[in-house]
């Protein structure tokens, strides 16, 4: 349980789009709040964008916001990042993480709070 793959990272001129994937094993994907995160060289890991188990509460960093969409289909144990107008600061390695929880309308955008994490995908964006 609780193992995730991402998939989709690449390198894309500014402007582009690129869709993320993460794909979760076992049949408790619907029991997961999930995040995406990111790391760029040299610095710490932060906040993309979280959705609440129930898909409905979504909640993004101000960064991406309006450029970046989170979504998940719990049928495919499957969570996406879509992810638009692309700048070279969005250059970084992505994670994605799952959150158990029995509260379907919430979301976490702490580290701390998750408890599983996939190995991450590498998004390079070019000026």
């Known amino acids: 349980q609780g193992q995730l793959t991402e998939s989709g990272g690449g390198l894309v001129q500014a402007g582009g789009s690129l869709r993320l994937s993460c794909a979760a094993s076992?049949?408790?994907?619907?029991?997961?709040?999930m995040g995406w995160f990111r790391q760029a060289p040299g610095k710490e890991r932060q906040f993309v964008a979280t959705?609440?188990?129930?898909?409905?509460?979504?909640y993004y960093a101000a960064s991406v916001k309006g450029r970046f969409t989170i979504s998940r289909d719990n049928a495919e144990n499957t969570v996406y990042l879509q992810m638009n107008s692309l700048k070279p600061e969005d250059t970084a390695v992505y994670y994605c993480?799952?959150?158990?929880?029995?509260?379907?309308?919430?979301?976490?955008?702490?580290?701390?709070?998750?408890?599983?994490w996939g190995q991450g995908t590498q998004v390079t964006v070019s000026s």
């Open positions: 993480a799952a959150k158990v929880t029995s509260f379907s309308g919430t979301y976490y955008y702490k580290e701390p709070d998750y408890d599983y």
């Open positions: 076992g049949r408790t994907f619907s029991t997961y709040a």
């Open positions: 959705i609440s188990r129930s898909g409905l509460i979504i």
